[in-house]
């Protein structure tokens, strides 16, 4: 038998019993999302642009079966090199830690395990959403049903430009999520500024969405996520016309290839990596890093 509760790093621990702020921080992106080694530096970058704004970082995955919340460094190193990390949604978990398994959490499993440890903020890239033939395959990423059961604030760049993004803003309704733009009221598009919809709700400060928070929490009526969309700056975001261009091709390679189910998302990341150069990486990079700050800034302000 093994323990099958959560099991928190010193820091997180002590954060936690402090009160002092946290954000939670996804391992899927370390391990899935970003190519090796550029992973483990950001992961680490991740991580210090937390805690430069004074707020500890909560890492979670799962090592030998046990849902860690606050990775140390040596545990990160793991996921970010090692070939046998499985991709754990939320449905993955219970499986994965009856198997021992050294896993990293999507989107839906990091929002579901900050949830049941305290942790109201959490800091990602993109969220996953539905792919764009999913009228064909009914491809429609677990991260948004997730959100829409939880009451966490997740600060990300959209949903990811490979989806269909308009149809996961559709289901993001739905679903009884909400979405505001910080400090815009277009929708992002990850590496690109702007995707193309508008939004009801902008905030402009990281008080303005504690205060929003607080509201849901004082009426106890709606207990679906928050989605803080912040774009890039668009002088820092993807040349477009490369973006629809190396989209164009990696949509078709996963046919090409026979891609379906959970690899779909780190094979066309894969392939903007490797067919922009780097570019996409760079973008990604800054994307994450600004999520990063801006969520601890709210996880201070709240
Ligand atoms: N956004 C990124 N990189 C990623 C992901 C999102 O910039 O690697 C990951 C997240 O963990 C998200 C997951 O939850 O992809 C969605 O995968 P799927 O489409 O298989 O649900
Ligand atoms: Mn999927």
Redesign the pocket.
Known sequence: MINHVIRFGPEVEAARAAGAPIVAL?S??IS???PRPANLAVAKEIEATVRAEGAVPATIGMIGGEIVVGLDEGEIHHLAGSDDVV?L?VRDLAPAAAARADGAT???ATSAIATKAGIPVFA?????GV?RDASATFDE???LTALSRLPITIVCAGV?SILDVGATLERLETLGVSVVGYGTRRFPG?YLTDAGFDLDWSVDDPESVADLIRAARTHEVHDGALVVANPLPADEQLDPALHDRVLAEGLAGLERDGVTG?E???YL?AHFHSATEGKSLDV?VR??LRNARLAARIAAAL
């Not at 990602?124 to 996953?128: A, R």
Request: no cysteine; glycine share 14%.
């Open positions: 996804e899927t992106i899935h999302g970003l991709k949604s999507t989107v839906a990602t890239g993109g969220l996953g792919h990423s677990a991260d990811k990850f959970k779909v998302t780190p990341l990604n994307i994450i």
